[in-house]
């Protein structure tokens, strides 16, 4: 497994968190203050440039904004979300990761890096398909603008639009989302029992 991986990760945190009732990004995590300081400060070491995705800058960790990419606006969309990160990466490939999926193992974000070089989205698949955790590339820019121009926000339907490989992988708790409470506490109870 590479050391570094050599394109950009991006961690997606802009999402409204209405389940959780509550900003989950800001949410404690293990030994870090946020849930979105436990995700960067863990992918940082394996991604050479690591950004956040979000509307506005809520990370008092952050000591450079320059590693902050805000949506362009006011709808809550992952949709808006990718289109304003692949308007930054022109001719690249970028990992794209939910900030709410802090257990998926770099060995399994590597597996999914290295089956993407053919195609222009790859994401992974246990139960059911993680749109937003896998690797995008940059010409999906198309398709992303005509979507938005239809008022389509759904990414399952960017899948279709695109050559995307669908990796699939074990469910084995991975992929845990913590979209409620009782799953920020399962996940935590997960990480706790990990660390001894």
């Known amino acids: 497994m590479p050391t570094t991986f050599n394109i950009p990760c991006v961690i997606l945190c802009g999402g409204r968190s209405s389940r959780m009732g509550e900003d ?11 849930l979105t300081q436990y995700q960067y400060d863990r992918l940082k070491p394996y991604f050479k440039e690591l950004y956040i995705s979000s509307k506005i800058n809520k990370f008092d960790f952050l000591e450079d904004e320059s590693s902050l990419i805000l949506d362009e606006g006011e709808i809550f969309s992952p949709l808006v979300a990718l289109d304003t990160i692949i308007k930054k990466f022109e001719n690249q490939k970028i990992f794209i990761i939910t900030v709410d999926t802090p257990l998926v ?16 989205i790859t994401v992974a698949q246990t139960e059911r398909i993680h749109n937003l955790c896998g690797v995008f590339s940059s010409s999906i820019r198309n398709s992303i603008t005509k979507m938005l121009s239809d008022d389509i926000h759904k990414v399952g339907y960017l899948l279709k639009q695109n050559n995307t490989n669908v990796i699939n992988l074990p469910e084995n708790g991975e992929f845990i989302n913590l979209n409620d409470k009782d799953e920020y506490n399962k996940a935590l109870e997960i990480i706790s029992l990990s660390n001894n």
Do not use: A
């Not at 990004?25 to 946020?34: I, K, Q, R, T, Y």
């Not at 193992?105 to 222009?120: A, M, Q, V």
């Open 105 to 120: 193992s770099i060995n399994t974000i590597n597996k999914i890096i290295n089956s993407s070089n053919d195609y222009d």
């Open 24 to 34: 989950k990004s800001l949410l404690p995590f293990d030994h870090s203050n946020s």
